[in-house]
């Protein structure tokens, strides 16, 4: 008798075993150790110079690695659902439908480019950090200001949203109040110093920046711009922070109305190791 009551102590003590650690509020779950490195395969090469990301969105992995990913809350795109808005991960999914590159770069770093069905002004960038076991992952997305003028016109403006799966912004900074002047929800950044970005993203965001859209010569002009933590803490930062260069309008005397910002140019300092040749 005394022999079955310790088995089922043993049996209920394993059952409420994993319930007692998620409500304890000290267990962590670790950080999921990722392989992407399948996201390679559909990089340029002879045949396909821009790369194939058309393919790539087809993969049956690469939506099961945006939901793991890209997690952070967001209220830019959409309408709720009974409170809930559309993840982060179908949103990026939805500015990636219509195919346009995946880049690669420093045998390291991917960029996967696209727009929105049926409005390709609304921009998207995913950009893969491949190295380590925990990998940076950046969504960017440029949004049409609406209450000014037409995507059409030169002088539209936009705005553009950073995603990332890790804070890329110190303690100090995400835990500051926001200024009088900022919007309630919305924290300032001192300064660029205060942003870690990867010399390597800014550079990548400058060249999907500095695009023209589709069909046309004109270069979106992104007069602000957005850092969202993993947790949906927004900071206001400027646009060059990112590494978007000021757009060069020219008058008749063909001077122009604006020089670029050379505190724009990303730093060059990169100490992470890089990885053995893909290829």
């Known amino acids: 008798m005394n022999r079955n009551l310790q088995l089922a102590a043993i049996i209920l003590a394993a059952v409420l075993a994993p319930a007692l650690a998620l409500g304890s509020g000290f267990a962590k779950p670790p950080k999921?150790?990722?392989?992407?490195?399948?996201l390679w395969q559909y990089t340029p090469d002879q045949t396909h110079p821009d790369g194939r990301e058309n393919e790539l969105a087809q993969d049956q992995r690469f939506k099961p690695f945006l939901d793991q990913t890209l997690t952070a809350p967001q209220h830019f795109w959409g309408q709720p659902i009974a409170g809930r808005w559309r993840s982060l991960a179908n949103?990026?999914?939805?500015h990636l439908?219509?195919?346009?590159?995946?880049?690669?770069?420093?045998?390291?770093?991917?960029?996967?480019?696209?727009?929105?069905?049926?409005?390709?002004?609304?921009?998207?960038?995913?950009?893969?950090?491949?190295?380590?076991s925990h990998h940076l992952v950046v969504f960017c997305a440029i949004d049409w200001t609406k209450q000014g003028a037409p995507t059409s016109d030169p002088d539209a403006q936009y705005t553009l949203y950073l995603f990332a799966n890790d804070p890329l912004l110190p303690d100090t900074v995400r835990s500051a109040p926001p200024t009088p002047s900022a919007a309630p929800s919305?924290?300032?950044?001192?300064?660029?110093?205060?942003?870690?970005?990867?010399?390597?993203?800014?550079?990548?965001?400058?060249?999907?920046?500095?695009?023209?859209?589709p069909g046309s010569k004109i270069i979106?002009?992104?007069?602000?711009?957005?850092?969202?933590?993993?947790?949906?803490?927004?900071?206001?930062?400027?646009?060059?922070s990112l590494g978007v260069q000021p757009i060069m309008h020219t008058v008749p005397t063909g001077v122009p109305t604006s020089?670029?910002?050379?505190?724009?140019?990303?730093?060059?300092?990169?100490?992470?190791?890089?990885?053995?040749?893909?290829?």
């Open 186 to 213: 919305t924290a300032p950044v001192a300064s660029t110093q205060d942003l870690h970005l990867p010399p390597a993203l800014t550079k990548a965001i400058g060249r999907w920046a500095a695009e023209p859209l």
């Open 91 to 94: 949103t990026a999914l939805d």
């Open 220 to 240: 979106q002009r992104i007069t602000h711009a957005v850092v969202i933590d993993p947790d949906g803490a927004e900071h206001e930062v400027a646009p060059s």
């Open 259 to 279: 020089t670029p910002d050379i505190n724009a140019t990303p730093s060059t300092d990169d100490n992470t190791p890089i990885l053995k040749p893909r290829r």
């Open 97 to 132: 439908s219509v195919p346009d590159k995946v880049l690669a770069e420093d045998n390291r770093y991917l960029s996967i480019s696209g727009c929105t069905l049926h409005f390709c002004p609304a921009r998207g960038l995913l950009w893969v950090d491949l190295n380590g």
């Open 32 to 38: 999921l150790q990722q392989d992407v490195e399948w």
